[in-house]
């Protein structure tokens, strides 16, 4: 069976650059997506558009497209009848990394299609992905709108990237993916009490990782369900959880980071990494970065961050090139290209997107300093003046 896989060439801002050139650590999203064809059995056709009419019995298919490790054996093997073309829906309520349980379904269009021998427009094809693992504990009842809230991890999932917030949802869910892929084999065949409290155990999880060569890994830090690439440095009491360290990332001591992707070569210097996707190449000092996605060779600053919920929204509206975009996440921080520098002691408001090559430099940077002892000064813009020594002889008076 050929898989004719079309080329997105639209930038994905902030990014100048297409979804397809976006890296995780298996290599670009295009490259990912075509190993897993090949790993399906499929031939693969580079094309620019869909052929017209596309050959019977093969699968078309846009690299804009993120799918989980099982998706394309699951939609082939649920093709019905092989003489009819099928599109893929996917059911996806439950992808963001918060959500309630009770939330109602929310079917999304995927372009993955099946073409058999008519020509008759492609049936939807509906998949319900099932959780092999609900994680409930720990987290809070309630959290903004969100109510009975838990964190769910899928063997099947496929995310459609229109937007850069569509990444930052495809990054979080391919976090999760090894722990999914060891858990998987047991759901069904373990009673679920014992599965729950398997994986329940921080025991239990602290074993399953995956970890690349020549590690420095402190004694103190706890992994858990993580895959580590290789040459990667994690300093003493650092915790990461369900997440994906590339090549030669260094994580300084007291760093957390959960459910989230680290490009090769990143640093992290003790901040608190939820739900983000951090590029190759970059540094962050912050102390917070929560459901953000940074490009590569960024630069963020001390005391910088961003805001990712608006009280009393439900849904979090993206700032894309001047036009508000619908989400549909409750919380959700900034979009940060390529190459940007973001200096000390900046808040930006939820859903703002900074496209590549910005430099957002510190204003009232301190830049003259007292240079005679014992003085007492205070701060005007960005200059010290000096308290009249007379005034505070009468204070200590």
């Not at 009490?193 to 994986?199: E, N, Q, S």
């Amino acid at each position: 069976m050929k898989a004719y896989v079309v080329a997105g060439r639209r930038p994905l801002p902030p990014f100048r650059k297409p979804v397809s050139e976006v890296r995780f650590k298996e290599g670009t999203l295009r490259e990912r997506l075509e190993a897993q064809l090949r790993d399906a059995g499929l031939e693969l056709v580079a094309v620019d558009a869909a052929p017209a009419p596309v050959p019977a019995r093969s699968i078309v298919v846009s690299d804009e497209v993120v799918l989980s490790e099982k998706m394309l054996r699951r939609f082939l093997a649920a093709i019905p009848d092989r003489g009819k073309s099928y599109q893929l829906e996917i059911e996806s309520a439950r992808f963001t990394m918060l959500a309630s349980q009770s939330a109602p379904e929310q079917w999304k269009r995927i372009p993955l299609t099946y073409h058999g021998d008519g020509d008759a427009a492609p049936e939807p094809l509906r998949i319900q992905p099932k959780s092999v693992f609900d994680v409930v504990e720990g987290l809070p009842p309630r959290m903004h709108l969100l109510t009975d809230i838990a964190v769910y991890f899928f063997d099947v999932w496929a995310v459609h990237v229109d937007y850069w917030f569509d990444l930052q949802t495809a990054t979080s869910l391919y976090s999760r993916e090894l722990v999914t892929r060891m858990i998987s084999p047991f759901r069904g065949r373990v009673p679920n009490v014992i599965l729950d409290w398997f994986t329940s155990s921080p025991f239990v999880m602290s074993r399953f990782n995956s970890i690349g060569k020549r590690c420095r890994i402190h004694r103190t830090a706890i992994l858990e369900g993580c895959t580590i690439g290789d040459d990667v440095e994690i300093g003493p009491f650092s915790y990461c959880r369900s997440s994906v360290i590339g090549d030669r990332a260094v994580l300084r001591e007291k760093s957390a980071v959960k459910m989230s992707y680290l490009g090769p070569r990143s640093f992290v210097m003790g901040a608190d990494i939820v739900n983000s996707y951090v590029g190759a190449e970059t540094s962050i000092f912050t102390p917070m970065l929560y459901n953000v996605v940074f490009g590569e060779r960024g630069f963020l600053s001390g005391g910088s961050g961003f805001a990712d919920f608006i009280v009393g929204a439900s849904s979090i509206p993206a700032t894309i090139e001047g036009k508000q975009v619908p989400s549909g996440l409750p919380f959700l921080a900034s979009g940060v290209g390529d190459d940007v520098f973001i200096g000390a002691n900046m808040i930006f408001a939820p859903g703002r997107t900074i496209p590549d090559g910005t430099q957002l430099l510190d204003h009232g940077l301190i830049k003259q300093v007292p240079t005679s002892p014992n003085g007492a000064y205070v701060l005007s813009g960005d200059e010290f003046v000096q308290i009249p020594e007379s005034f505070l002889k009468r204070r200590s008076a």
